[in-house]
């Protein structure tokens, strides 16, 4: 297996602009997790799902951010508007299930400026 | 007012040293805990992990311990060598109500000298 893919690895947009950040978790896995990674708060939980169901979306900042999994196999972040201070590494991680004493799994990241 | 970042613990040591990284974790009910290593540019990778029916834990050159009592854990990593220089960060499992929520630590960087 490739592992999480993600996609773009970078993206620069103007603010105001929309945009979507990809995952595509392990094949198998059914839970899947949402963090952004800033130095001014660290790896932030933002949404986790569990077979393809939001569980907790507590930590997704405004109205402005969004995520959804239409399949196993896909997962969305979108930000519409997006600001300067969602500037951040997004990562995508997926893990075997909820209730496994398992890792979870981590995509490289999405490094996302917005201008 | 002006923001500040987090001010990450670092802790420096020379090739050959073990080192101890600490955690505190904020959820008695949490049930599973898992340390993890980030270079820099990459995501966070798995290093070793720990239920919490257990105290200690060994790995290749690394050790982990938890103390549920004072809700804190903590990662040995013995022979340190500079490839060991990364962020390690501590993840905790949620129960109860946030049954399946993995949330982690603010990070500690390692920083090892040749």
């Known amino acids: 297996d490739a592992g999480v893919i993600q996609s773009p690895r970078h993206e620069v947009t103007e603010m105001g602009q929309e945009v979507t950040l990809r995952c595509k978790p392990i094949?198998?896995?059914?839970?899947l997790f949402w963090y952004r990674q800033t130095m001014m708060r660290g790896l932030e939980l933002l949404i986790y799902?569990?077979?393809?169901?939001?569980?907790?979306d507590s930590g997704m900042p405004e109205d402005r951010f969004s995520a959804k999994m239409p399949n196993a196999s896909f997962s969305t972040l979108k930000i519409q508007p997006s600001e300067p201070r969602d500037s951040a590494v997004y990562f995508c991680a997926s893990r075997y299930r909820q209730g496994a004493d398992t890792e979870a799994f981590f995509g490289q990241g999405t490094r996302l400026t917005v201008v | 007012g002006e923001s500040v970042g987090l001010h990450l613990p670092t802790l420096s040591v020379q090739e050959g040293d073990n080192s101890i990284i600490n955690c505190a974790y904020s959820?008695?009910?949490?049930?599973?805990f898992i340390w993890y290593k980030q270079e820099s540019g990459k995501g966070p990778q798995f290093i070793i992990d720990i239920r919490s029916n257990m105290d200690k834990r060994q790995g290749q050159r690394v050790t982990v311990l938890l103390n549920k009592t004072v809700k804190h854990l903590s990662l040995q990593i013995a022979a340190t060598q500079p490839g060991d220089s990364a962020v390690y960060f501590c993840?905790?499992?949620?129960?109860?109500?946030?049954?399946?929520?993995?949330?982690f630590g603010q990070g500690t960087i390692l920083t090892v000298h040749p």
């Open positions: 799902f569990n077979n393809n169901v939001p569980i907790d």
């Open positions: 993840a905790e499992r949620g129960g109860g109500t946030s049954y399946g929520k993995l949330t």
């Open positions: 959820n008695s009910a949490s049930d599973y």
């Open positions: 094949s198998g896995h059914n839970s």
